[in-house]
């Protein structure tokens, strides 16, 4: 293929998915505060769907064969504006923050979580005081769960999860924490990408409505999403933070064993010898942000982490195409796995395909579950945003092959 049109592909893949990820932003949106009524989820799994084909659409079409070396961009000229922005949405978010401590138990169990710790004390296989009516028990607890007034769950985030919790409880409040995790994949993403790619996506995140909303609610997806930027900046720029990063972004949710396929991307150049040294390491490392507590008490953490969401009641609010059409949660993890075998066989040997097949992969699994919000979809559209970012070639782009050529400006799309 010539040249020329290979970074026109290129660049309307990351388009793509850049558009899978506004979408995705749009549907979670749209469903949560039901902006169309009763059929808000109809539309929010409409445009779910538009986004996974949309996705998919820009995955098949990266080229396999070379990938496009994008450092040539030129830095830009307003980075000036990139502290402006941290220090407004630090303003934002502390204001946010403070009108309100929020309805919800996420916010209940880290804050218990961190107060029980520095007691020196387990936080996994305590319980807490119920903070919802009985209604709303029945609709977010299961049979059992609820005992005298307390739910019989100590902590229900990974050690990585609510460990980075503990500054802000100790300033006053565990959202602090989260504020600090989404300053920090501003500015990973900035290291990565020093110009108007890097600018572009750092404003979106540190002045997007969601973002606010996210952090208010105490959900926990902004130090995933930190860790995921840290993991692409480590693969590009730092190789050997690599396993830290990658392993402390592993060990930080359940969901997160979606990314483990993925995982060769970010070796540069290939072999099995540096894939399985990556795979050891990291997993290592994840293990081992656990492994105090599963000797503190095992069967508590075992219970706090897997068996309290496997025996979670089915949500009926929750933006997923199992609760539309009960089928599909029989039928989403087979689209799934062929997902993950056919992305491990299209992509190439860049960080962006991995953020790009984690974002696609974790959407898939989040719209195919019985418990499916806009934390949720929040974490997999920023994974697309970043691929796209990653992938957006530009002028003066060159191609990493013999007698390196530089090719002419883009006018059009």
Same mark, same amino acid.
């Given at each position: 293929?010539?040249?020329?049109?290979?970074?026109? &592909?290129?660049?309307?893949?990351?388009?793509?998915?850049?558009?899978?990820?506004?979408?995705?932003? =749009? *549907?979670?949106?749209?469903?949560?505060?039901?902006?169309?009524?009763?059929?808000?989820?109809?539309?929010?799994?409409?445009?779910?769907?538009?986004?996974?084909?949309?996705?998919?659409?820009?995955?098949?079409?990266?080229?396999?064969?070379?990938?496009?070396?994008?450092?040539?961009?030129?830095?830009?000229?307003?980075?000036?504006?990139?502290?402006?922005?941290?220090?407004?949405?630090?303003?934002?978010?502390?204001?946010?923050?403070?009108?309100?401590?929020?309805?919800?138990?996420?916010?209940?169990?880290?804050?218990?979580?961190?107060?029980?710790?520095?007691?020196? /004390?387990?936080?996994?296989?305590?319980?807490?005081?119920?903070?919802?009516?009985?209604?709303?028990? /029945? /609709?977010?607890?299961?049979?059992?769960?609820?005992?005298? !007034?307390?739910?019989?769950?100590?902590?229900?985030?990974?050690?990585?999860?609510?460990?980075?919790?503990?500054?802000?409880?100790?300033?006053?409040?565990?959202?602090? !924490?989260?504020?600090?995790?989404? &300053?920090?994949?501003?500015?990973?993403?900035?290291?990565?990408?020093?110009?108007?790619?890097?600018?572009?996506?750092?404003?979106?995140?540190?002045?997007?409505?969601?973002?606010?909303?996210?952090?208010?609610? =105490?959900?926990?997806?902004?130090?995933?999403?930190?860790?995921?930027?840290?993991?692409?900046?480590?693969?590009?720029?730092?190789?050997?933070?690599?396993?830290?990063?990658?392993?402390?972004?592993?060990?930080?949710?359940?969901?997160?064993?979606?990314?483990?396929?993925?995982?060769?991307?970010?070796?540069?150049?290939?072999?099995?010898?540096?894939?399985?040294?990556?795979?050891?390491?990291?997993?290592?490392?994840?293990?081992?942000?656990?492994?105090?507590? *599963?000797?503190?008490?095992?069967?508590?953490?075992?219970?706090?982490?897997?068996?309290?969401?496997?025996?979670?009641?089915?949500?009926?609010?929750?933006?997923?195409? %199992?609760?539309?059409?009960?089928?599909?949660?029989?039928?989403?993890?087979?689209?799934?796995?062929?997902?993950?075998?056919?992305?491990?066989?299209?992509?190439?040997?860049?960080?962006?395909?991995?953020?790009?097949?984690?974002?696609? %992969?974790?959407?898939?699994?989040?719209?195919?579950?019985?418990?499916?919000?806009?934390?949720?979809?929040?974490?997999?559209?920023?994974?697309?945003? &970043?691929?796209?970012?990653?992938?957006?070639?530009?002028?003066?782009?060159?191609?990493?092959?013999?007698?390196?050529?530089?090719?002419?400006?883009?006018?059009?799309?």
């Amino acid at each position: 293929m010539h040249k020329r049109s290979k970074l026109e &592909l290129t660049r309307r893949s990351a388009l793509a998915l850049a558009w899978a990820g506004v979408l995705t932003l =749009c *549907a979670a949106v749209w469903s949560q505060f039901r902006l169309s009524g009763t059929s808000s989820r109809a539309g929010g799994l409409t445009l779910i769907a538009m986004a996974i084909l949309l996705g998919v659409a820009a995955l098949a079409f990266i080229q396999r064969e070379e990938s496009v070396e994008l450092s040539s961009w030129r830095s830009s000229d307003y980075r000036w504006l990139f502290p402006v922005l941290l220090v407004l949405h630090v303003f934002i978010a502390f204001y946010v923050i403070r009108a309100g401590t929020p309805l919800i138990d996420c916010f209940t169990w880290q804050r218990d979580a961190s107060a029980t710790l520095l007691h020196g /004390r387990d936080p996994y296989g305590t319980s807490h005081a119920n903070i919802y009516n009985a209604y709303d028990s /029945r /609709r977010f607890y299961a049979p059992g769960d609820v005992v005298n !007034g307390r739910v019989q769950v100590g902590m229900q985030y990974p050690p990585v999860t609510f460990l980075s919790a503990l500054p802000g409880y100790l300033l006053g409040d565990v959202r602090y !924490g989260y504020v600090a995790a989404i &300053l920090l994949s501003a500015i990973f993403v900035f290291a990565q990408f020093p110009d108007t790619r890097g600018l572009s996506l750092a404003a979106f995140i540190l002045l997007a409505p969601t973002t606010y909303y996210v952090e208010y609610e =105490c959900w926990t997806e902004p130090l995933v999403w930190m860790l995921l930027c840290a993991t692409a900046y480590s693969a590009v720029k730092r190789p050997r933070w690599l396993p830290l990063a990658l392993g402390l972004f592993l060990a930080s949710k359940q969901y997160n064993f979606l990314a483990l396929p993925f995982a060769g991307y970010l070796v540069r150049p290939f072999s099995w010898k540096a894939y399985w040294k990556l795979l050891g390491l990291s997993l290592g490392i994840a293990l081992a942000t656990a492994l105090p507590f *599963a000797l503190w008490n095992f069967r508590a953490l075992w219970h706090d982490l897997v068996l309290f969401h496997y025996g979670a009641p089915v949500r009926q609010d929750a933006l997923s195409f %199992a609760i539309s059409f009960p089928c599909y949660a029989k039928i989403g993890p087979f689209l799934l796995l062929a997902f993950i075998v056919w992305a491990v066989r299209q992509g190439t040997q860049q960080a962006a395909m991995f953020a790009a097949a984690y974002g696609m %992969a974790v959407m898939l699994f989040f719209s195919a579950s019985k418990q499916a919000f806009l934390n949720y979809y929040f974490l997999s559209a920023l994974a697309l945003l &970043l691929a796209g970012a990653s992938l957006w070639p530009a002028s003066g782009t060159q191609l990493p092959e013999r007698g390196v050529e530089r090719l002419e400006a883009f006018t059009e799309f």
